[in-house]
């Protein structure tokens, strides 16, 4: 299964990670096998945020996401 | 004629939600629970966990009842809304639904530690999937890093020949069969220093003696071990737990409540 999400910036993913959108919920950023952050919203997580600071965000497009290769289960 | 003189009686009903067990309540009123289904399944829960002696076991059960992330945080043991009481918060990423939560490049942070907040050789963790896939990913779980001390819960592993596995404790070896689906409920206990088994659906599909050799210093995430972001899970969760270790006996009789309660909810699988 292919999965999307949004492309930031380094400075944006050191920024904004652990920062909380709302009482429950805060940004996450993933590395892709390239080294590159990604954030991935629901579709709650896109309303949440779309009321807040951080609705830039929403405007940035989604693209594909290849995940790291995975370490040894043991 | 009708008379005039007829002595109704009007018939008292106990207000709604009374007649629950205290600490159901005390969820169901933190949690903001209001349908009447949902409200009877937690107070079902927590009667037939009480009535297997197995309440007491738990320092966290997650029923992950409500639809939003505001009513799926809540700890069933201790629902205030602190780090504390080991109350969920989200990443981004979490799909939120009446059935449970589904994450996409997400995890749930327990606040839970193990070596501050568990036992060494008593622990379990529990983990309810209604998603059949076979990924790379493990559900639960705590990892400090390779030969390091870790606790997780990994179910239908692709990069694992499919085998669903529990580490409890330890910093390799662990309980795990070849699964040919993920779906239903899950436990991996340690109940000495010598015994890890996991369960599904309540019945024992592995143990070993791997020996117990220390606790994780991360907390324990939902959604991904913590300290290995490389294995998202995918899979939808509906019910969670982390407590002492659970006997046989204890994990059927867990099984059975979690499943009444599910099957409540509409949402077994």
């Known amino acids: 299964m292919e999965y999307y999400g949004r492309i ?4 944006q993913a050191n920024d904004l990670q652990g920062v909380f959108i709302d009482a429950d919920t805060f940004f996450n950023f993933v590395q892709d096998i390239n080294g590159i952050y990604f954030l991935f919203l629901s579709e709650q997580d896109e309303q949440d945020v779309s ?7 929403l405007n940035i497009p989604l693209s594909p996401y290849t995940p790291p290769p995975l370490p040894p289960i043991e | 004629m009708i008379g005039t003189n007829l002595a109704i009686t009007p018939k008292r009903y106990a207000p709604f939600g009374s007649s629950n067990d205290a600490d159901a309540q005390a969820f169901i009123t933190a949690a903001g629970i209001t349908d009447g289904t949902q409200q009877n399944a937690v107070n079902q829960l927590v009667l037939d966990l009480k009535s297997a002696n197995i309440w007491t076991k738990m320092k966290a059960i997650y029923p992950i009842v409500g639809g939003t992330a505001s009513t799926h945080k809540w700890n069933l043991k201790d629902p205030r809304d602190l780090d504390a009481a080991f109350r969920l918060t989200f990443t981004t990423g979490w799909t939120h639904s009446s059935n449970g939560m589904t994450p996409l490049n997400a995890y749930a942070d327990t606040f839970i530690v193990p070596s501050t907040n568990l036992t060494l050789n008593s622990m379990h963790l529990s983990f309810y999937s209604r998603t059949n896939a076979n990924t790379a990913s493990n559900e639960i779980g705590s990892w400090e890093g390779a030969g390091l001390h870790y606790t997780m819960l990994s179910l239908r592993q692709s990069n694992n020949s499919n085998r669903s596995t529990a580490f409890i404790q330890c910093t390799s070896g662990s309980a795990t069969f070849v699964d040919t689906d993920s779906l239903g409920f899950y436990i991996g206990t340690r109940t000495s220093v010598s015994s890890t088994i996991v369960y599904k659906n309540g019945t024992n599909r592995n143990s070993t003696s791997t ?12 959604g991904v071990a913590n300290g290995n972001t490389l294995n998202y899970s995918t899979k939808q969760c509906s019910f969670a737990s982390i407590g002492d270790g659970l006997t046989d006996t ?3 009789n867990f099984n ?5 309660f599910q099957t409540t909810l509409g949402r077994n699988v």
């Not at chain 1, 930031?8 to 400075?11: E, G, L, R």
């Not at chain 2, 020996?211 to 939902?222: A, C």
Request: proline letters at 0%; hydrophobic letters at 25%.
């Open chain 2, 211 to 222: 020996t117990s050799t220390g606790q994780s210093t991360r907390k324990i995430y939902i």
């Open chain 2, 256 to 260: 059975t409540a979690v499943a009444t």
């Open chain 1, 51 to 57: 009321n807040t600071e951080y609705s830039y965000l």
């Open chain 2, 250 to 252: 204890e994990s059927a």
């Open chain 1, 8 to 11: 930031v910036t380094n400075q």
